[in-house]
């Protein structure tokens, strides 16, 4: 069978490559085009990617109306090169901003349409559930809490686990040690504070200074940024002036895998950081207004997926304009080697891990698509 697939940001390229492993296994005689990225090109064969996520990655508001003639574009490029392919099916792969649009799209040209990664609607424009409901045939989650949101709603949606699961088993396999990564990566002795400052500019212009001020306050460790380079380095350099910290780029896993803790900014970081056994606090730099609106505006009591998926406050969440330092401090000081919370927070963590679900995800999620495909096209 056919498979088109969209993915617009790094995440989407790293589950979508595990993905179609999983329907190239189910199914031997498929055939793939797709945007993504490079590990999709590596999974689905260079030839077949039509647009990198570089080119289709905007964030904030100011971004995209900088760039509303590109995304315009790229959209009519998108639909007209799905109608050409003719899959027997499109797989939208999160980055909802897009892919709800191109759902609508697909549907009434009487396209299959399924939604791998639900979009967050729990959280924010919930008034996208109707956009699922209308034009997915079918819906596939990957955190537990969501079966129960999406019933509510009218949708029976497939849970098979969480595909983070498959991407850190497959990363764990090639991990150097301890000494090789400290070495490789020109760090010294002294144990390693992770800081996960998001993988958007925004994000770092509103994190990371005040997590390289907070490791100014602990000397006795060595805090390192996992740095994404497709994100210049001037960025991260403009909000670690004048402080000790320390940067790897494309290496989150490796570094967290040698970290005593981490300091991380909302987002799948806060998951893999657990999933990982990694201590962590959320810090998570917001506007004034948002703030003020936040009350209103999130439908949700918790910001980590951590916390979200047990249903409690286990990594604790420092959402604020104006964050303390001081308090920052004391609480990353916890979950430290000897911290008062650090015991209680991996108890925690091995919890989620069963919450969650063990490695295989990206395969049985593919297993399930195959026949859901061919049942609908009886």
């Not at 003719?86 to 697909?106: R, T």
């Not at 150097?176 to 992770?194: C, I, K, M, Q, Y």
């Not at 570094?255 to 990982?276: I, K």
């Amino acid at each position: 069978m056919r498979y088109y697939l969209i993915a617009g940001e790094p995440s989407g390229d790293l589950h979508g490559a595990n993905l179609m492993r999983g329907l190239a296994k189910a199914d031997p005689e498929a055939e793939f085009r797709f945007w993504g990225g490079d590990m999709m090109a590596e999974a689905g064969g260079a030839a077949n990617l039509v647009k990198h996520y570089r080119e289709t990655s905007f964030f904030g508001i100011a971004d995209v109306l900088a760039n509303l003639g590109t995304i315009a574009r790229q959209m009519r490029e998108c639909r007209e090169d799905v109608l050409r392919f003719a899959p027997d099916v499109l797989i939208l792969i999160d980055y909802p901003g897009f892919n709800v649009k191109m759902a609508e799209f697909a549907h009434r040209h009487g396209l299959k349409v399924f939604y791998y990664i639900a979009p967050k609607v729990w959280a924010w424009k919930e008034w996208r559930v109707k956009a699922l409901r209308r034009f997915v045939d079918r819906l596939y989650i990957i955190f537990p809490f969501e079966k129960e949101y999406f019933r509510r709603k009218g949708i029976d949606a497939a849970f098979e686990g969480n595909p983070l699961m498959d991407a850190i088993a497959r990363r764990r396999e090639s991990f150097p040690s301890a000494e090789e990564f400290r070495r490789e990566n020109g760090l010294d002795g002294r144990p390693a504070v992770a800081l996960l400052a998001g993988s958007r500019r925004s994000e770092i212009r509103a994190n990371l200074r005040f997590m390289a001020e907070l490791a100014e306050r602990i000397p006795d460790r060595q805090f390192v940024v996992a740095g994404v380079s497709w994100i210049d380095r001037a960025e991260y350099d403009r909000c670690t002036a004048g402080t000790a910290v320390r940067y790897v780029f494309d290496k989150t896993y490796e570094l967290l895998a040698v970290a005593e803790a981490a300091v991380v900014t909302s987002g799948t970081a806060t998951l893999e950081t657990a999933l990982l056994d990694v201590p962590e606090v959320v810090v998570y730099g917001v506007p004034w207004i948002y703030e003020k609106l936040k009350p209103y505006v999130l439908k949700i009591p918790y910001v980590s997926l951590v916390n979200l998926n047990l249903g409690r406050e286990a990594v604790r969440e420092i959402v604020q304009c104006r964050p303390s330092v001081e308090y920052a401090e004391a609480e990353l000081r916890a979950v430290l080697e000897g911290g008062a919370e650090r015991e209680r927070m991996k108890a925690d963590f091995a919890e989620l891990r069963r919450i969650i679900g063990g490695d295989g995800a990206s395969e049985r999620f593919a297993a399930r698509m195959v026949e859901d495909l061919k049942m609908l096209k009886r």
